[in-house]
């Protein structure tokens, strides 16, 4: 086994690498023919909804287990742009301020959607 030095580890690895992330457990839905999603998660008995547009419009989809991947709550604030997708068997978001919603989904769709738009965070 080899053991490299700090310093001769890229800048960009050494602050990705000293990142704490955090998980939360919640929910994804879709409405109007998939053309809009709403995500909840609970972080310290707080509710957190990203409210969502999607394109291109596909159709209905959920995940009863989706996981909210973030850094700090205050990323889970504002309007925000996104992108990912839907399909097969499982949903990705990539929010552009950092945080990712995935997910598997209670019912396959086909194709895959790739998928882009904006939300807005909302807590109470």
């Known amino acids: 086994m ?6 001769c580890l890229p800048v960009d690895l050494i602050i990705l690498s000293s990142i704490q992330m955090s998980t939360a457990r919640g929910s994804v839905r879709s409405f109007d023919g998939g053309s809009r999603f709403t995500a909840t998660f609970i972080i310290d008995e707080i509710m957190y ?3 969502g547009n999607l394109g ?3 159709q209905d989809f959920s ?4 996981t909210l991947t973030y850094t700090s709550t205050e990323q889970l604030t504002a309007q925000r742009p996104f992108d990912g997708q839907v399909g097969t068997m499982d949903l990705m ?8 919603i995935s997910g598997p989904l209670d019912a396959p769709i086909h194709p895959v959607i790739r998928v882009s738009g904006s939300g807005v965070w909302m807590h109470s």
Do not use: T, Y
Not at 2 to 7: D, G, L, N, Q, W
Not at 63 to 66: C, D, G, K, Q, V
């Open 2 to 7: 080899s053991f490299v030095e700090p310093a």
């Open 49 to 51: 909804q990203f409210w």
């Open 56 to 58: 291109p419009a596909g």
């Open 63 to 66: 995940s009863m287990n989706a």
């Open 93 to 100: 978001i990539n929010i552009a301020n950092g945080p990712q």
